[in-house]
């Protein structure tokens, strides 16, 4: 029963790289989401996706970049890093959005940028 | 625009302690509320929701109730246990594009 999996768990970067960070669910859910979180702030969303082939931006989208071409992948990009982007990197499902959905999370994504 | 306002933590309590954490909310119409909770080192679980007004929230002993006339979704637990040490985050969904607003979540420490 795997839910939502994330790769890696944990990632250091320089300034200026690039790198994917893997998102994979297997509850054939259509709506799926990246969010960022960081001291006091609660969870931010950057992107979002309400099925295949379809993505838009949320609150804090640039310097990320995301693609659906399956109903199961939603893989977000840091195109080139940058130390404010460090933080932990959460990506959720949930069935096509309701107002009763709850949604389901991975692990997350310890990412630091130095 | 909509929004999730909750108590600062740590809320440090004593095991067996009474439990309330705050929220409260701005949003248009009528949205779902939920408390989600964030163990260390894993993702956010939801722990209880209500989706109408007056509706009471329930999980592992924890309650919430929507006051649609307070504007709040405070969370309480009668006798709190060192395993419920976590994060906890209130949540709405917005009914105009259903999307999670966050509060900035509480962190609480239980002591044996």
């Known amino acids: 029963n795997a839910g939502v999996t994330q790769t890696p768990k944990f990632q250091v970067l320089k300034t200026g790289q690039s790198m994917t960070l893997q998102c994979a669910q297997d509850?054939?859910?259509?709506?799926m989401s990246w969010y960022r979180q960081d001291p006091g702030m609660g969870l931010r969303l950057i992107h979002y996706?309400?099925?295949?082939?379809?993505?838009d931006q949320g609150e804090v989208p640039n310097g990320y970049n995301v693609s659906r071409s399956t109903t199961e992948d939603f893989p977000l990009r840091l195109l080139s890093a940058a130390p404010s982007q460090t933080s932990v990197y959460f990506c959720?499902?949930?069935?096509?959005?309701?107002?009763?959905?709850?949604?389901?999370f991975g692990d997350g994504t310890r990412l630091s940028i130095l | 625009g909509d929004s999730v306002t909750q108590m600062e933590g740590p809320v440090t309590l004593s095991e067996e302690a009474f439990l309330t954490i705050n929220c409260t909310y701005t949003?248009?119409?009528?949205?779902?509320l939920f408390w989600y909770v964030q163990y260390p080192g894993e993702g956010l679980q939801l722990l209880l929701k209500?989706?109408?007004a007056d509706d009471k929230g329930s999980n592992k002993g924890f309650e919430a109730t929507y006051r649609k006339e307070t504007t709040s979704f405070h969370l309480e637990k009668g006798s709190v246990q060192v395993s419920d040490s976590a994060v906890y985050f209130c949540?709405?969904?917005?009914?105009?594009?259903?999307?999670?607003?966050w509060g900035a979540g509480t962190k609480l420490i239980i002591k044996p």
């Open positions: 949003a248009t119409g009528y949205p779902s």
């Open positions: 959720a499902s949930s069935p096509p959005p309701g107002l009763n959905q709850p949604q389901h």
């Open positions: 949540a709405l969904k917005s009914r105009s594009n259903y999307q999670l607003i």
């Open positions: 509850m054939n859910h259509e709506y």
């Open positions: 996706s309400v099925g295949a082939g379809i993505t």
């Open positions: 209500a989706t109408k």
